[in-house]
């Protein structure tokens, strides 16, 4: 078959011009972030690769975390981590939660000499980063780039940091693995390294497990924050911090709730310690004695901090995922940060953002944070995820990768997808392709699991590049040409220009598509299901990974079947960063439903060998998924190990599963051999499922649809047919019969925060459930004198639907909503009515507006004296003295009659001569401008104060359009002479309808000017 034409670079020019996007240049290539088809690369030019704009800071960089207040003594420690650092080690802090790691590693880095460390110091915080992530950070904390956007490999990483005399801390590295952090230390060999967390992360240098303080430190902290000296409540003191283990999070936490909410140590010290209640750990046991003393508004702000899975929230997302109005809301931050139960941080120019203790984020979280609350979370941070910009960590993005994971969890897959498509060019620009590539592996999974055949070329061509960055150039072939053999089979020419030209730029023109060529497999080798090798190849070429197939018989086991990917490490959408190394498995406390039929992304394993170097034909039946086997790294044994094998579910043993649920399971082995994985049924009969090879260590994976049969049963599983057996019980119970959708808690809600008046907007919303799932959610409306039609609501959540009406005086709206599932089941509720009362809306408030208004005085002059008459600027508010006029405000204004004013009142004086006039002009265009409708109207109340006896005065209302100078139009006047009663004004102002322009309000003087102090009681403009 003839050769396809090269695609030449203006080809593909013209389609990124079509949606442009960043340019990041990384080793020699530059990649162009392109339309939905999925990135294009190049060569970048000489003098323009990504290493050649990098500069050293001027400066050496001095990132340090902030000092904490108060911080107590621990000079032992301080001293250990100081001798350790000036010998070269490496120290490892580790301890529980609230010991003071970090308060630790801040004391220690202030105290510090520059000089020490010439090429600086950084503080980092690790949480979930890639290694190829930290090493991009710190690259851009000692180079700076004559480019916005620059990826640095880490090769090149390991250059520019290779002479860095620098500390540098790696806190919160509870999930890097050790190899992963000897890998950051290698880069940087000059650097000295402080890693803390909470297990040991590192096992050569200088470790140092922080424990609770000793009592004499403890009581110091307890009465500091306690506000007031302990004196004979000593005893009682000594007593609540034993109970607390010495732990300094918790005594400051306990002794501040004391002195702030005046509880009663005797209280506390019953509240900190269980008793006969259930046992919790120490910092548990405080956890649960806070929020005895805390308001459900308080504990309510708490579990909306803790609900994403970020390190802290701005004041928008709070706002929204708690649902607690403004005022109450800032109420609550403050009392919350008063106790130390909240932290709040501002970087300059940015918003506050509210974190919380990791120790109480992840205990309020468990228990304080429903699912509605997670729902919201989840929502806000989708909508969120495309507006993540370009900085080194953006704070948000551990919130929005949280997202993704909640709704992966729950089979949201277009969910996931759209958060992985708002986020690529942040993660792209920003330098962190560890998580571009986890995240476009969740994409991938998402497209498979959609059957989404543009998802999936989408997310091999992307992972593509970055394995070409990797160094991984094989890799990035076989990705960019499963990509275009996808875009080929959906005739998408866009896609396959995009896919060809990258794959030529690594090795020429591609081929044309053969018949029955194989698809990569993600991140593994070969095609998705490995040919099965016939006799005469040599055995060797196997020897990389052993790969065997799951095998299922049809017979006395039912309908259950297993199913692999290749490989499943990266199966599951929630983050797996920590494999299992031990020989006991965890038992998961929040059960998921991981299920994939098709090749996922994983996350990275030992590479397979793309292709058998003997040609070999494809099997004409269909291919049988194989479970991948891994070997964990395994210590030499001093002495003979017992053989010991493990099996297991995902979800968990001894639980319950419905029919048709694919569940995930693993075996393992700490010794080499043949093993054999059983399923047995109810009866007592059982059928081999797999039978592998492993190695010493190793762990195979594969998928189980849980058989249709009710009943008890059983995964056995057996090495080298008995030297080691190991079982994991279940139980299947038959699928209940879903209930038709339920409609509930029909509301309908006004749009903005003003009451709602005939013809504003309005939203009608409904909480609508659904066990089997939702079709569709309708609504018919029939508006007064109209026909009736229908419509779709809006999804708003998982259970909210909502669709934006309009509301209508007598006789109302009338509205029915219908449920229908996707089993064709409906609900309807009945014909409802919605009516509001006619009501006016203030557009504009006069008195309010004063300081924006042109204040100018204008005075006739005299004819006699030769005098011209002159207009001079006022300032607002005036002095109340000043004989050329003034506006102020006058709070609680005595008014003409004996009453009142309630509220603020506006006094306009004008110029102290007969005819003087005062003028406020107000421009009601620009932010504030009105266009006027038929309807509107002026309404005021005006008078004199008690005071001004001799008062007289005309007010006036002008109005000019916009643009004309010369157009003016008095539109009223009202006189008023001191009378002991104030007046009510209302002017129509149908005669403006479509103009838009400047009002003035004016007051002309009468002939006893002295007291023409003339009051706006009200002044407004209605609709």
Not at 107 to 120: E, K, P, R, T
């Amino acid at each position: 078959m003839a050769s396809q034409p090269a695609v030449q670079w203006s080809e593909i020019e013209r389609i990124l011009a079509a949606q442009p996007g960043a340019q990041v240049p990384f080793a020699q290539y530059v990649v162009n972030l392109g339309p939905v088809q999925g990135s294009a690369i190049n060569l970048a030019p000489q003098g323009l690769q990504a290493v050649d704009q990098l500069l050293p800071r001027a400066q050496a960089p001095r990132v340090l975390p902030r000092q904490v207040p108060g911080f107590v003594d621990r000079a032992t420690e301080q001293r250990v981590v100081g001798e350790a650092l000036a010998r070269g080690h490496v120290v490892d802090v580790h301890g529980a939660d609230g010991m003071g790691k970090t308060s630790l590693v801040s004391q220690v880095m202030h105290l510090q000499f520059s000089g020490d460390y010439a090429a600086g110091m950084v503080y980092l915080t690790v949480r979930h980063d890639e290694v190829e992530d930290l090493l991009q950070e710190l690259v851009e904390h000692f180079y700076e780039a004559k480019l916005r956007h620059v990826k640095v490999t880490e090769n090149e990483a390991r250059r520019l940091l290779a002479g860095k005399q620098a500390l540098i801390v790696l806190d919160e590295a509870d999930h890097l693995a050790e190899s992963d952090a000897e890998a950051v230390m290698q880069a940087a060999p000059q650097a000295a390294f402080i890693v803390a967390g909470r297990e040991p992360r590192v096992w050569q240098g200088q470790a140092l497990v922080l424990e609770g303080l000793p009592l004499e430190d403890a009581l110091a902290l307890f009465e500091r924050n306690l506000g007031h000296p302990l004196d004979d409540e000593q005893p009682v003191a000594e007593a609540i911090c034993q109970a607390l283990d010495g732990v300094p999070l918790s005594i400051v936490k306990a002794a501040r709730t004391a002195g702030l909410r005046r509880v009663p140590l005797a209280q506390v010290l019953q509240e900190v310690q269980p008793g006969d209640r259930e046992a919790r750990p120490p910092v548990e046991q405080l956890f649960w004695m806070l929020g005895q003393h805390l308001s459900a508004g308080e504990r309510r702000v708490l579990a909306a901090i803790a609900a994403p899975g970020g390190p802290s929230v701005s004041r928008a997302a709070l706002a929204h995922i708690s649902e607690v109005a403004p005022p109450k809301l800032q109420e609550y931050l403050a009392r919350l940060e008063k106790l130390g139960l909240l932290h709040v941080e501002a970087a300059e120019g940015e918003a506050e953002r509210y974190s919380l203790d990791e120790g109480l984020r992840a205990y309020v979280r468990r228990h304080a944070a429903d699912e509605g609350m997670l729902a919201r979370a989840a929502a806000y941070y989708l909508q969120f995820s495309g507006a993540l910009r370009a900085r080194s960590r953006h704070p948000d993005e551990e919130n929005v990768v949280w997202a993704l994971n909640y709704y992966g969890d729950r089979g949201q897959w277009r969910e996931v997808l759209r958060i992985v498509r708002g986020m690529e060019a942040y993660l792209v620009t920003s330098g962190r392709w560890g998580q571009w590539r986890k995240r476009l592996e969740n994409a991938w999974r998402a497209g498979s699991e959609l059957n989404d055949p543009t998802t999936e070329a989408w997310a091999q061509n992307q992972l593509g590049i970055v394995a070409l960055a990797a160094g991984d150039s094989r890799r990035a072939t076989q990705l960019f040409r499963g990509a275009l053999r996808i875009w080929r089979a959906i005739g998408d020419r866009t896609g396959a220009a995009i896919a060809r030209w990258n794959l030529q730029l690594l090795v020429g023109p591609p081929p044309p598509p053969e018949r029955g060529e194989p698809e990569p497999a993600p991140n593994g080798g070969g095609s998705a299901a490995l040919p099965i090798i016939m006799g005469g190849i040599a055995a060797t070429l196997l020897t990389i990974l052993v790969a065997l197939f799951w095998l299922l018989n049809s017979g006395a086991v039912g309908p259950s079947t297993v199913v692999a990917t290749t490989p499943v490490a990266a199966i599951p959408t929630v983050d797996d960063d920590a494999q299992r190394a031990t020989d006991l498995p965890p038992i998961p406390t929040t059960p998921g439903r991981a299920v994939a039929t098709t090749p996922v992304p994983p996350e990275p394993t030992t590479p397979v060998p793309l292709e058998p170097t003997t040609p070999v034909p494809p099997v004409p039946t269909t291919p049988v998924p194989p479970i991948v086997t891994t070997a964990a790294p395994q210590a030499e044994p001093t002495t003979p190990v017992p053989p010991r094998i493990e099996v297991w579910l995902m979800e968990g043993c001894d639980r319950a599963y419905e029919p048709g649920t694919q569940v995930e399971v693993r075996a393992q082995s700490n010794a080499a051999g043949i093993l054999d994985v059983y399923l047995r049924n109810p009866d007592g009969r059982r059928e081999r499922l797999l039978g592998v090879e492993i190695p010493a260590g190793g762990v195979t994976r594969g998928f189980l649809t849980v058989p249709d049969r009710a009943g008890d049963w059983r995964l056995e599983a057996e090495l080298d047919g008995g030297r080691a057996t190991a079982a994991c019980a279940f139980v299947v119970v038959e699928e209940p019969e879903a209930e038709p959708p339920v409609i509930e808690a029909v509301q309908v809600r006004p749009v903005g925060e003003e009451p709602v008046c005939p013809g504003d907007p309005v939203w009608i919303v409904a909480e609508v459930g659904s066990e089997a799932g939702l079709r569709a959610v309708t609504i018919t409306t029939r508006p007064p004198d109209e026909q009736e039609s229908t419509a779709e609501m809006e999804a708003i959540d998982d259970e909210t639907y909502g669709y934006q009406a309009v509301a209508y005086g007598e006789p109302g709206l009338v509205f029915l909503i219908e449920a229908e599932d996707v089993e064709g089941r409906t609900a309807r509720t009945t014909q409802m009515v919605h009516t509001v009362k006619p009501c006016s809306r203030v557009l504009y408030d006069f008195v309010t507006g004063a300081p924006g208004a042109i204040w100018r005085g204008y005075s006739p002059g005299d004819q006699i004296e030769q005098i011209p008459p002159r207009v001079y600027d006022l300032r607002f508010p005036g002095g109340a003295n000043d004989d050329e006029g003034y506006a102020l405000w006058l709070d609680g204004a005595p008014l003409e009659g004996g009453g009142q004013a309630e509220g603020r009142v506006l006094e306009t004086h004008p110029t102290w001569a007969g005819g003087g006039e005062i003028r406020g002009d107000y421009r009601l265009l620009g932010d504030q401008e009105i266009v006027f409708q038929a309807g509107d109207r002026f309404v005021a109340r005006v008078g004199l104060p008690e005071e001004a006896a001799r008062g007289d005065v005309t007010f006036e209302v002008w109005f000019w359009p916009a643009g004309s100078e010369f157009g003016e139009r008095l539109l009223g006047s009202l006189s008023d002479a001191y009378d002991g009663q104030v007046r009510d004004w209302n002017i129509a102002l149908d005669a403006l309808a479509g103009q838009r322009g400047t009002m003035r309000l004016a007051v002309r003087a009468g002939e006893n000017y002295a007291d023409d102090r003339a009051l706006w009681i009200e002044a407004r403009i209605e609709r």
